[in-house]
Protein backbone atom coordinates (compact mmCIF):
# COMPACT_ATOMS: atom_id res chain seq x y z
CA UNK A 1 0.00 0.00 0.00
CA UNK A 2 1.13 3.38 -0.95
CA UNK A 3 1.32 6.14 2.03
CA UNK A 4 -0.91 8.56 0.37
CA UNK A 5 -3.60 5.91 0.06
CA UNK A 6 -2.88 4.92 3.84
CA UNK A 7 -2.98 8.31 4.74
CA UNK A 8 -6.56 8.76 3.24
CA UNK A 9 -7.42 5.82 6.08
CA UNK A 10 -5.61 7.21 8.99
CA UNK A 11 -7.04 9.31 12.01
CA UNK A 12 -3.96 11.64 12.24
CA UNK A 13 -3.71 14.55 14.35
CA UNK A 14 -4.21 17.98 12.96
CA UNK A 15 -1.69 20.31 12.61
CA UNK A 16 -1.29 22.22 16.42
CA UNK A 17 -3.41 19.28 17.85
CA UNK A 18 -0.61 17.00 18.14
CA UNK A 19 -0.24 15.26 21.95
CA UNK A 20 3.57 14.60 23.28
CA UNK A 21 4.14 11.84 25.43
CA UNK A 22 2.57 8.00 26.15
CA UNK A 23 -0.89 8.92 27.42
CA UNK A 24 -2.86 9.55 24.00
CA UNK A 25 -1.19 6.20 22.70
CA UNK A 26 -2.31 4.13 26.25
CA UNK A 27 -6.20 5.77 25.88
CA UNK A 28 -6.02 4.06 22.53
CA UNK A 29 -4.56 0.71 23.26
CA UNK A 30 -7.05 0.10 26.15
CA UNK A 31 -9.50 0.96 23.89
CA UNK A 32 -8.50 -1.71 21.53
CA UNK A 33 -8.00 -4.46 23.93
CA UNK A 34 -4.39 -3.80 24.69
CA UNK A 35 -3.28 -6.50 22.62
CA UNK A 36 0.54 -5.40 22.84
CA UNK A 37 0.19 -6.57 26.56
CA UNK A 38 -0.81 -10.04 25.30
CA UNK A 39 2.47 -10.40 22.46
CA UNK A 40 5.52 -11.42 23.69
CA UNK A 41 8.02 -8.61 22.37
CA UNK A 42 11.88 -8.32 22.08
CA UNK A 43 11.86 -4.94 21.82
CA UNK A 44 15.35 -2.70 20.63
CA UNK A 45 16.56 0.72 20.41
CA UNK A 46 19.55 2.60 19.15
CA UNK A 47 20.90 5.05 16.35
CA UNK A 48 22.08 2.38 14.17
CA UNK A 49 21.76 -1.20 13.72
CA UNK A 50 18.96 -1.33 15.26
CA UNK A 51 16.83 -2.86 11.73
CA UNK A 52 19.79 -5.63 10.97
CA UNK A 53 19.50 -6.26 14.26
CA UNK A 54 15.59 -6.88 14.11
CA UNK A 55 15.76 -8.85 10.99
CA UNK A 56 18.27 -11.38 12.09
CA UNK A 57 16.29 -11.79 15.32
CA UNK A 58 13.24 -12.21 13.11
CA UNK A 59 14.75 -14.58 10.68
CA UNK A 60 16.14 -17.07 13.55
CA UNK A 61 12.99 -17.04 15.33
CA UNK A 62 11.12 -17.80 12.24
CA UNK A 63 13.83 -20.71 11.60
CA UNK A 64 13.43 -22.02 14.90
CA UNK A 65 9.36 -22.06 14.22
CA UNK A 66 8.17 -19.43 15.67
CA UNK A 67 5.39 -16.90 14.19
CA UNK A 68 7.06 -14.03 14.07
CA UNK A 69 5.91 -10.22 14.16
CA UNK A 70 8.71 -7.61 12.92
CA UNK A 71 8.31 -3.88 12.94
CA UNK A 72 10.56 -1.78 11.44
CA UNK A 73 10.89 1.81 10.28
CA UNK A 74 11.33 3.09 7.70
CA UNK A 75 10.06 0.95 4.88
CA UNK A 76 11.87 1.09 1.53
CA UNK A 77 9.05 1.05 -0.85
CA UNK A 78 5.46 -0.11 0.11
CA UNK A 79 4.04 0.93 3.87
CA UNK A 80 3.09 -3.00 4.32
CA UNK A 81 6.86 -3.46 4.53
CA UNK A 82 6.94 -1.96 7.83
CA UNK A 83 4.70 -4.43 9.34
CA UNK A 84 5.63 -8.33 8.63
CA UNK A 85 4.18 -11.71 9.81
CA UNK A 86 7.27 -14.68 8.90
CA UNK A 87 8.98 -11.73 7.21
CA UNK A 88 6.46 -11.11 4.76
CA UNK A 89 4.72 -7.94 4.23
CA UNK A 90 1.40 -7.67 5.61
CA UNK A 91 -1.54 -7.28 3.48
CA UNK A 92 -3.87 -4.42 2.32
CA UNK A 93 -6.76 -5.93 3.61
CA UNK A 94 -4.79 -6.69 7.08
CA UNK A 95 -3.92 -2.61 7.19
CA UNK A 96 -6.88 -1.41 6.12
CA UNK A 97 -9.23 -3.49 9.28
CA UNK A 98 -6.44 -2.36 11.44
CA UNK A 99 -7.09 1.30 10.42
CA UNK A 100 -10.48 1.30 10.81
CA UNK A 101 -10.72 -0.15 14.29
CA UNK A 102 -8.28 2.81 15.22
CA UNK A 103 -10.17 5.28 13.14
CA UNK A 104 -13.17 3.93 15.52
CA UNK A 105 -11.80 4.17 19.05
CA UNK A 106 -10.30 8.10 17.94
CA UNK A 107 -13.58 9.02 16.94
CA UNK A 108 -15.08 7.61 20.29
CA UNK A 109 -12.80 9.16 22.15
CA UNK A 110 -11.68 12.42 20.61
CA UNK A 111 -8.16 11.27 20.30
CA UNK A 112 -5.62 12.83 17.72
CA UNK A 113 -2.76 10.69 16.72
CA UNK A 114 0.92 11.41 15.21
CA UNK A 115 1.20 8.76 12.02
CA UNK A 116 3.88 6.68 14.25
CA UNK A 117 1.44 6.15 16.97
CA UNK A 118 -1.01 4.29 14.33
CA UNK A 119 1.31 3.24 12.91
CA UNK A 120 2.49 1.06 15.83
CA UNK A 121 -1.51 0.73 16.86
CA UNK A 122 -1.95 -1.12 13.43
CA UNK A 123 1.07 -3.50 14.16
CA UNK A 124 0.20 -4.35 17.57
CA UNK A 125 -3.33 -5.32 16.22
CA UNK A 126 -2.54 -7.01 13.06
CA UNK A 127 0.16 -9.18 15.03
CA UNK A 128 -2.30 -10.13 17.82
CA UNK A 129 -4.57 -10.99 14.83
CA UNK A 130 -1.95 -13.15 13.56
CA UNK A 131 -1.72 -15.05 16.85
CA UNK A 132 2.33 -14.20 16.60
CA UNK A 133 4.23 -16.55 19.06
CA UNK A 134 6.96 -13.25 18.91
CA UNK A 135 6.96 -9.99 18.40
CA UNK A 136 10.69 -8.20 17.59
CA UNK A 137 9.49 -4.24 17.78
CA UNK A 138 11.72 -1.41 16.76
CA UNK A 139 11.83 1.57 18.58
CA UNK A 140 10.82 4.97 16.08
CA UNK A 141 12.96 7.62 17.65
CA UNK A 142 14.83 7.75 20.90
CA UNK A 143 12.70 5.43 23.41
CA UNK A 144 11.20 7.11 26.30
CA UNK A 145 8.46 8.40 24.87
CA UNK A 146 8.59 6.17 21.51
CA UNK A 147 5.04 5.17 20.95
CA UNK A 148 6.31 1.23 21.31
CA UNK A 149 7.46 2.12 24.85
CA UNK A 150 3.67 0.93 25.94
CA UNK A 151 5.44 -2.60 26.04
CA UNK A 152 5.10 -3.16 29.96
CA UNK A 153 7.61 -6.12 30.39
CA UNK A 154 9.41 -7.17 27.03
CA UNK A 155 11.18 -10.68 26.66
CA UNK A 156 14.12 -8.80 26.56
CA UNK A 157 16.07 -5.37 26.09
CA UNK A 158 18.22 -4.73 23.04
CA UNK A 159 20.10 -1.29 22.56
CA UNK A 160 21.93 -0.96 19.28
CA UNK A 161 25.10 1.71 18.92
CA UNK A 162 24.46 5.10 20.25
CA UNK A 163 25.13 7.79 18.28
CA UNK A 164 24.10 11.59 17.48
CA UNK A 165 21.28 11.66 15.50
CA UNK A 166 18.18 13.95 15.92
CA UNK A 167 19.81 16.00 18.22
CA UNK A 168 17.11 18.50 18.78
CA UNK A 169 15.09 16.22 19.61
CA UNK A 170 17.10 13.46 22.12
CA UNK A 171 19.56 15.52 23.34
CA UNK A 172 23.18 17.13 22.22
CA UNK A 173 25.58 15.15 24.39
CA UNK A 174 25.77 10.96 23.82
CA UNK A 175 24.50 10.76 27.68
CA UNK A 176 21.72 12.64 26.67
CA UNK A 177 20.68 10.49 23.86
CA UNK A 178 21.40 7.28 25.52
CA UNK A 179 19.01 8.54 28.45
CA UNK A 180 16.17 8.79 25.88
CA UNK A 181 16.67 5.32 24.44
CA UNK A 182 17.25 3.78 27.97
CA UNK A 183 14.24 4.90 28.67
CA UNK A 184 12.59 1.36 27.49
CA UNK A 185 14.54 -0.74 29.98
CA UNK A 186 11.61 -2.05 32.23
CA UNK A 187 11.90 -3.10 35.60
CA UNK A 188 13.59 -7.13 36.07
CA UNK A 189 13.57 -7.31 32.29
CA UNK A 190 17.41 -8.39 31.05
CA UNK A 191 18.77 -5.83 28.96
CA UNK A 192 21.76 -6.66 25.78
CA UNK A 193 23.72 -4.11 24.73
CA UNK A 194 26.05 -3.15 21.38
CA UNK A 195 29.79 -2.24 22.64
CA UNK A 196 28.36 1.75 23.32
CA UNK A 197 30.93 4.70 24.56
CA UNK A 198 31.83 4.94 27.22
CA UNK A 199 29.67 8.14 28.29
CA UNK A 200 26.45 6.41 26.75
CA UNK A 201 27.34 3.11 28.78
CA UNK A 202 27.65 5.11 32.05
CA UNK A 203 23.80 6.22 31.42
CA UNK A 204 22.56 2.57 30.41
CA UNK A 205 24.19 0.42 33.28
CA UNK A 206 22.60 3.70 35.67
CA UNK A 207 19.41 2.85 34.24
CA UNK A 208 19.34 -0.86 34.43
CA UNK A 209 20.52 -0.81 37.80
CA UNK A 210 17.72 1.73 39.11
CA UNK A 211 15.28 -0.34 37.13
CA UNK A 212 16.67 -3.64 38.32
CA UNK A 213 17.41 -5.18 35.27
CA UNK A 214 20.01 -7.78 34.11
CA UNK A 215 22.57 -5.80 31.96
CA UNK A 216 25.07 -7.34 29.48
CA UNK A 217 27.46 -5.51 27.03
CA UNK A 218 28.61 -7.44 24.18
CA UNK A 219 32.86 -7.41 24.43
CA UNK A 220 34.15 -6.74 21.19
CA UNK A 221 37.25 -8.86 22.13
CA UNK A 222 34.78 -11.79 22.40
CA UNK A 223 34.27 -11.51 18.18
CA UNK A 224 37.00 -12.83 15.84
CA UNK A 225 36.37 -11.93 11.94
CA UNK A 226 37.57 -14.64 10.33
CA UNK A 227 38.69 -15.46 6.83
CA UNK A 228 35.72 -16.21 4.33
CA UNK A 229 35.83 -18.51 0.95
CA UNK A 230 32.55 -16.65 -0.03
CA UNK A 231 32.22 -13.07 -1.23
CA UNK A 232 28.93 -11.92 -0.11
CA UNK A 233 28.95 -13.36 3.41
CA UNK A 234 31.43 -13.16 6.53
CA UNK A 235 32.44 -15.84 8.80
CA UNK A 236 33.28 -14.83 12.72
CA UNK A 237 33.17 -16.08 15.79
CA UNK A 238 31.45 -14.96 19.22
CA UNK A 239 32.32 -16.90 22.29
CA UNK A 240 34.54 -19.26 20.67
CA UNK A 241 31.65 -20.54 18.45
CA UNK A 242 32.19 -20.09 14.88
CA UNK A 243 28.83 -18.16 12.78
CA UNK A 244 28.45 -17.35 8.87
CA UNK A 245 26.56 -14.08 8.77
CA UNK A 246 24.96 -13.06 5.01
CA UNK A 247 25.78 -9.12 6.10
CA UNK A 248 28.85 -7.22 4.61
CA UNK A 249 29.27 -4.48 6.83
CA UNK A 250 32.02 -4.87 9.61
CA UNK A 251 29.78 -3.31 12.45
CA UNK A 252 27.46 -6.20 11.47
CA UNK A 253 29.70 -8.43 13.86
CA UNK A 254 28.82 -6.89 16.48
CA UNK A 255 25.34 -6.27 15.87
CA UNK A 256 25.03 -9.88 15.43
CA UNK A 257 26.91 -10.98 18.84
CA UNK A 258 24.11 -9.08 20.38
CA UNK A 259 21.54 -10.95 19.02
CA UNK A 260 23.72 -14.37 19.68
CA UNK A 261 22.92 -12.90 23.26
CA UNK A 262 19.29 -12.40 22.71
CA UNK A 263 18.79 -15.45 21.65
CA UNK A 264 20.60 -17.02 24.32
CA UNK A 265 18.28 -14.59 26.79
CA UNK A 266 15.23 -16.57 25.57
CA UNK A 267 16.42 -19.84 25.95
CA UNK A 268 17.05 -19.15 29.52
CA UNK A 269 13.20 -18.26 29.42
CA UNK A 270 11.77 -21.47 27.74
CA UNK A 271 12.00 -20.25 24.04
CA UNK A 272 13.77 -23.18 22.85
CA UNK A 273 16.21 -22.20 19.24
CA UNK A 274 18.69 -24.99 18.12
CA UNK A 275 21.91 -23.43 17.28
CA UNK A 276 20.97 -25.37 13.73
CA UNK A 277 18.16 -22.42 13.56
CA UNK A 278 20.37 -19.89 14.68
CA UNK A 279 23.06 -21.00 11.99
CA UNK A 280 20.43 -20.61 9.41
CA UNK A 281 19.12 -17.41 10.46
CA UNK A 282 22.76 -15.69 10.34
CA UNK A 283 23.52 -17.64 7.12
CA UNK A 284 20.15 -16.48 5.07
CA UNK A 285 19.02 -12.71 6.84
CA UNK A 286 18.72 -10.31 4.08
CA UNK A 287 18.23 -6.53 4.59
CA UNK A 288 17.28 -4.35 2.24
CA UNK A 289 19.62 -0.96 1.58
CA UNK A 290 22.13 -1.59 4.31
CA UNK A 291 25.38 -2.28 2.26
CA UNK A 292 23.52 -4.30 -0.61
CA UNK A 293 25.37 -4.85 -3.75
CA UNK A 294 22.58 -5.21 -5.99
CA UNK A 295 24.80 -5.47 -9.00
CA UNK A 296 27.87 -6.79 -9.94
CA UNK A 297 30.21 -5.52 -13.65
CA UNK A 298 29.58 -2.47 -12.72
CA UNK A 299 28.97 -3.17 -8.66
CA UNK A 300 26.45 -1.29 -7.77
CA UNK A 301 26.01 -1.04 -3.31
CA UNK A 302 22.60 0.74 -2.38
CA UNK A 303 22.76 1.75 1.58
CA UNK A 304 20.46 3.82 3.36
CA UNK A 305 23.38 5.25 5.29
CA UNK A 306 22.27 9.01 6.77
CA UNK A 307 23.59 10.28 9.44
CA UNK A 308 27.64 10.58 10.41
CA UNK A 309 27.65 7.64 12.31
CA UNK A 310 26.49 5.53 9.41
CA UNK A 311 27.78 7.65 6.56
CA UNK A 312 31.44 6.56 8.58
CA UNK A 313 30.19 2.90 8.71
CA UNK A 314 29.41 3.25 4.59
CA UNK A 315 33.26 4.31 4.02
CA UNK A 316 34.88 2.02 6.12
CA UNK A 317 33.25 -0.96 4.17
CA UNK A 318 33.61 1.02 1.13
CA UNK A 319 37.32 0.71 1.48
CA UNK A 320 37.70 -2.41 2.98
CA UNK A 321 35.85 -4.12 -0.29
CA UNK A 322 36.76 -1.93 -2.87
CA UNK A 323 40.18 -0.97 -2.04
CA UNK A 324 41.29 -0.05 -5.48
CA UNK A 325 38.15 0.75 -7.39
CA UNK A 326 37.33 4.04 -8.41
CA UNK A 327 33.78 5.50 -6.38
CA UNK A 328 31.22 6.92 -8.03
CA UNK A 329 28.08 8.25 -6.10
CA UNK A 330 24.46 9.48 -5.80
CA UNK A 331 23.67 11.26 -3.13
CA UNK A 332 20.74 12.80 -1.40
CA UNK A 333 20.18 13.88 2.44
CA UNK A 334 17.65 15.57 4.92
CA UNK A 335 18.20 19.28 5.84
CA UNK A 336 17.79 17.90 9.28
CA UNK A 337 20.67 15.62 8.97
CA UNK A 338 24.46 16.83 10.09
CA UNK A 339 25.06 16.98 6.51
CA UNK A 340 28.41 18.73 7.20
CA UNK A 341 30.11 16.44 8.63
CA UNK A 342 28.57 13.78 6.83
CA UNK A 343 30.16 15.13 3.52
CA UNK A 344 33.02 15.95 5.16
CA UNK A 345 33.55 12.19 6.35
CA UNK A 346 33.10 10.54 2.81
CA UNK A 347 33.68 12.98 -0.29
CA UNK A 348 37.51 12.35 0.07
CA UNK A 349 37.25 9.22 -1.25
CA UNK A 350 34.73 9.52 -4.04
CA UNK A 351 35.39 10.13 -7.57
CA UNK A 352 32.32 11.51 -9.25
CA UNK A 353 29.13 12.51 -7.24
CA UNK A 354 25.75 13.24 -8.64
CA UNK A 355 23.32 14.68 -6.35
CA UNK A 356 19.53 13.71 -6.12
CA UNK A 357 16.77 15.55 -3.92
CA UNK A 358 14.54 12.82 -1.77
CA UNK A 359 11.07 13.02 -1.99
CA UNK A 360 10.54 14.44 1.09
CA UNK A 361 9.62 18.73 2.07
CA UNK A 362 12.54 17.70 4.37
CA UNK A 363 14.91 17.00 1.84
CA UNK A 364 17.99 19.62 0.30
CA UNK A 365 17.95 19.87 -3.39
CA UNK A 366 19.99 18.95 -5.48
CA UNK A 367 21.83 21.85 -6.09
CA UNK A 368 21.43 22.86 -2.07
CA UNK A 369 23.49 19.31 -1.47
CA UNK A 370 25.92 20.52 -4.16
CA UNK A 371 26.39 24.19 -2.96
CA UNK A 372 27.26 22.34 0.53
CA UNK A 373 29.55 19.93 -0.81
CA UNK A 374 31.25 22.41 -3.01
CA UNK A 375 31.76 24.69 0.70
CA UNK A 376 33.76 21.87 1.92
CA UNK A 377 35.62 20.65 -0.76
CA UNK A 378 36.00 23.32 -3.61
CA UNK A 379 38.75 21.59 -5.20
CA UNK A 380 35.71 19.12 -6.10
CA UNK A 381 34.06 21.77 -7.64
CA UNK A 382 33.97 19.73 -11.35
CA UNK A 383 32.99 16.75 -9.85
CA UNK A 384 29.75 17.23 -8.68
CA UNK A 385 26.75 17.54 -10.27
CA UNK A 386 22.85 18.17 -9.74
CA UNK A 387 19.98 15.88 -11.33
CA UNK A 388 17.10 16.63 -12.19
CA UNK A 389 15.25 13.16 -11.28
CA UNK A 390 16.07 9.52 -9.99
CA UNK A 391 16.35 8.43 -12.97
CA UNK A 392 18.44 11.74 -14.70
CA UNK A 393 20.87 11.17 -11.39
CA UNK A 394 20.94 6.98 -12.57
CA UNK A 395 21.72 8.07 -16.18
CA UNK A 396 24.46 10.11 -15.28
CA UNK A 397 26.14 8.24 -12.79
CA UNK A 398 26.23 5.30 -15.01
CA UNK A 399 27.79 7.53 -18.14
CA UNK A 400 31.02 8.08 -15.55
CA UNK A 401 31.03 4.64 -14.50
CA UNK A 402 33.41 1.65 -15.94
CA UNK A 403 32.63 -1.74 -15.63
CA UNK A 404 35.87 -1.46 -12.89
CA UNK A 405 33.95 0.98 -10.59
CA UNK A 406 31.15 1.02 -7.84
CA UNK A 407 28.50 2.99 -8.09
CA UNK A 408 27.15 3.81 -4.15
CA UNK A 409 23.90 5.09 -3.71
CA UNK A 410 23.40 6.42 -0.10
CA UNK A 411 21.79 9.34 2.15
CA UNK A 412 18.95 9.05 2.88
CA UNK A 413 15.91 5.81 2.85
CA UNK A 414 13.77 8.33 1.20
CA UNK A 415 14.78 7.68 -2.00
CA UNK A 416 17.10 4.58 -1.96
CA UNK A 417 13.97 2.41 -2.46
CA UNK A 418 13.03 4.21 -5.71
CA UNK A 419 16.27 3.88 -6.89
CA UNK A 420 16.51 0.24 -6.50
CA UNK A 421 13.37 -0.32 -8.39
CA UNK A 422 15.53 2.02 -10.62
CA UNK A 423 18.13 -0.55 -11.18
CA UNK A 424 16.46 -3.70 -11.31
CA UNK A 425 14.61 -2.05 -14.10
CA UNK A 426 17.11 -0.87 -16.05
CA UNK A 427 20.04 -3.69 -15.43
CA UNK A 428 17.94 -6.38 -13.33
CA UNK A 429 19.39 -7.76 -10.08
CA UNK A 430 22.48 -10.28 -11.14
CA UNK A 431 23.51 -10.89 -7.25
Partial sequence: MDYETLEELLPLAEEGKMV???DTMAQ????????????????????????SAAMMLATILEEAGYKVGLYTSPS????????????????????????????????????????????????????ADK?????????????????????????????????????GILGHSLGEIAGEK???????????????????KTVIQAKAEEMGAPYLEVDPDDIRDLPSDQARKQVFS??????????????????????????????Q??????????????????????FEIMHDQPTIVVDGSHNLDGVSQLKLNLERYFPDQGIVAIMGMLADKDVTHAVAEIVPILDQIVTVRPNTPRALSAQELRDKIVSIYPEQYDTIVPSDSYEDAFNKAMKYLSQDDVLVIFGSFYYVGYMRNLINKKLGNDI
Fill in 182 to 200: AGIIKAGRPVISYPQDPEA
Fill in 28 to 51: LMADLGNPQDQLPTIHIAGTNGKG
Fill in 238 to 267: YKGQTWQLNLLEAHQLQNASVVLEAVESLR
Fill in 76 to 127: IMSFNERIMVNRMPVSDEAIIRAAQAIKGSCERLDLHLTEFEVYTAMAWLIF
Fill in 269 to 290: QGYPVTDQALARGLDQVKWQAR
Fill in 131 to 167: DCDLVVLEVGLGGRLDATNLVKAPLVTLLMKIAFDHV
Fill in 20 to 22: LGL
